[in-house]
């Protein structure tokens, strides 16, 4: 049977002691029953991974001792997608499931001029790509940027490939076919719900952003950044 992870602050060294949050302690003894001996994985989502034993079950209280610890390196490129927040945001929220599922290195939520949503929810955001983190036994947690206007993630990019997904006309080529997995680090922007504008268009061309296709259908805002995430990690 695979060891359940548990998400913490800080991964803890060899033979360390530590005490679970209430919420894990709940989680560990009593939704999964576990108990003194048994053994579960810690990650701190930062590449840290340590198989730990219980010393001490109580109904909101688990001690563990951290038995071995070893740091897993990233796989695949520093793969980075910022995408608009949308009017639904349950749907956006299913976006930021898959795309920690997917071990997308970086989120960056847009403002731009067509965005209608424009309520961020930080801290629940953070909790449902560290739920994906673990329940897909990974152990790099993506790293979620405060929202950000399209000019100001636009200027500040740096990635070694630098894409724009939108639906206005002309010449563009698959994402698929322009992704070089061999470099370092990739970004895609994904417009809103009426697509990005021609100035926003413009301004990231001029920025060094080639313009990408997602395929011939016209889709969601969640789903085009679902398929990025996708061409992003098949590698």
């Known amino acids: 049977m695979n060891l359940p992870f548990f998400f913490v602050p800080k991964a803890p060294e060899a033979n360390e002691e530590l005490l679970l949050d209430e919420d894990n302690a709940k989680h560990a003894v009593q939704s999964l029953r576990m108990t003194e001996g048994q053994r579960l994985y810690l990650t701190d989502g ?11 079950a109580r109904k909101k209280y688990c001690s563990v001792r951290a ?7 990233r796989q695949g490129s520093h793969a980075s ?5 949308v009017k639904n945001s349950s749907r956006f929220e299913w976006f930021l499931e898959k795309a920690a599922e997917l071990g997308i290195a970086s989120i960056i939520p847009l403002l731009c001029e067509r965005t209608e949503k424009q309520y961020f929810r930080r801290e629940r955001f953070v909790n449902i790509c560290i739920s994906a983190m673990l329940q897909s036994r990974q152990v790099w947690l993506p790293e979620l940027h405060p929202a950000s206007s399209f000019l100001t993630a636009v200027s500040e990019a740096s990635q070694d490939q630098r894409f724009i997904a939108h639906c206005m006309d002309g010449q563009k080529r698959n994402l698929a ?3 070089d997995h061999t470099l370092s680090s990739h970004l895609i922007l994904v417009g809103p719900e009426g697509d990005f504008t021609p100035s926003e268009v413009q301004l990231a061309a001029a920025r060094g952003f080639d313009g990408v296709s997602l395929g011939s259908s016209r889709l969601r805002t969640e789903t085009a950044g679902m398929v990025a995430a996708t061409v992003f990690r098949v590698f």
């Open 67 to 73: 038995l071995d610890v070893q740091f897993i390196p």
């Open 46 to 56: 930062r590449g840290g991974l340590a198989k730990a034993e219980i010393t001490e």
């Open 177 to 179: 076919d322009l992704f």
């Open 81 to 85: 997608i910022a995408i608009s927040l």
